[in-house]
């Protein structure tokens, strides 16, 4: 089906509905899943969408395991899952498309006439977004680096921040702001409610992680009303504050290997060295100390690492 001619009113009520969206962009055929779950009767509808970066897995097994447990016959609304939106990513197991070597995270709106990722952040947009009462978008910190498992959401909108907390993640973070290209960026444009997930990544799916998905993704359809009940949502334990643009994280000035001093969610001092890199002599080629009082949010766990690749990224508390 062309993303031009979707729409979930076409498709019956209280079954289980899977295709994919096709287009060509750039002389490349491109293909999305896609996993429709009508309610019996008419609600809200819930859109989540997963791998828009291709080494993220904890949200593609989320997606595949909710759409098999769901039960059309007891909601009231929808789901629209997307499990994969970054297909040729996904197979090569990378962060940026190997198509166009571009972030699918930073080109929104996209393009219907560009390169493979900005016509898919064009359809997103177009096809997807516009059907949605409260947008998830599943990451995870992918291949090299380690985050906390989180829910993250732009603070001036209130709907994205109780979604947030009642995802029931053990760290929130509250963003002043939200940087454009980004998925969120284009749902907030259109006067809705987002919030994004990550987790502790590794090419792995820690089962503390999906089991924290797995609720929180129950939790949101509690809350749009499309499933009986109330989030389950545990207190969280870090409220953060500051910038999410993770392109601004400290990165390393040389080829090396990392001997890092701090893990996430370590408080750490203005100064303070978090960690150097060094040769294979091991002789130091660089220290990189905070440049400000903060938490860790960010590491590079992969030690392997070239000019450029980023190694730490700081935040704040919030103070209500």
């Known amino acids: 089906m062309h993303p031009g001619n ?55 097994r989320t997606i595949l395991e909710l759409a098999s447990d769901l039960d059309p016959a007891v909601m009231t609304g929808d789901a629209l899952l997307l499990p994969v939106v970054n297909p040729a990513a996904f197979w090569a197991g990378t962060r940026t498309s190997p198509l166009d070597g571009l972030n699918l995270a930073r080109v929104f709106l996209g393009r219907p006439d560009g390169s493979p990722s900005e ?9 997807i977004f516009p059907h ?39 760290v929130i973070w509250a963003h002043p702001d939200m940087p454009p290209g980004r998925t969120l960026s284009a749902i907030y444009a259109r006067g809705k409610a987002g919030i994004y997930v990550e987790a502790r990544g590794g090419a792995r799916i820690h089962p503390e992680d999906l089991a924290i998905y797995r ?45 890092s001093e ?3 969610l370590d408080r750490v001092t203005a100064g303070q060295n978090l960690g150097s890199v060094v040769n294979l002599h091991g002789e130091c080629l660089q220290r990189i100390p905070a440049p400000t009082a903060g938490i860790v949010v960010l590491t590079r766990e992969y030690p392997v690492v070239r ?14």
């Not at 409260?134 to 993250?152: E, F, K, W």
């Not at 499309?226 to 500051?242: E, K, N």
């Open 307 to 320: 000019a450029g690749d980023p190694l730490y990224f700081l935040t704040g508390l919030y103070e209500a």
């Open 215 to 259: 609720r929180g993704m129950f939790n949101l359809l509690r809350l749009l009303e499309i499933l009986d009940g109330v989030p389950d949502a545990p207190p969280c334990r870090y409220h953060l504050l500051g910038g999410g643009n993770l392109d601004h994280s400290l990165v390393s000035s040389h080829d090396g290997f990392l001997l």
């Open 6 to 60: 979707f729409h979930p009113g076409a498709f019956p009520r209280g079954a289980r509905h899977h295709f994919d969206l096709e287009f060509e962009a750039a002389g490349v055929p491109i293909q999305l899943p896609v996993l429709l779950i009508r309610g019996a009767a008419p609600g809200r509808t819930l859109v989540v969408t997963a791998a828009v970066h291709g080494d993220e897995y904890e949200g593609v």
């Open 262 to 264: 701090v893990r996430v």
């Open 119 to 127: 016509a898919i952040a064009y359809w997103l947009d177009q096809a």
């Open 132 to 170: 949605s009462d409260l947008y998830v978008d599943l990451h995870s910190a992918g291949l090299h680096l380690m985050m906390p498992t989180l829910a993250g959401y732009y603070m001036a909108d209130e709907p994205s921040r109780r979604a947030a907390f009642a995802f029931g993640a053990p």
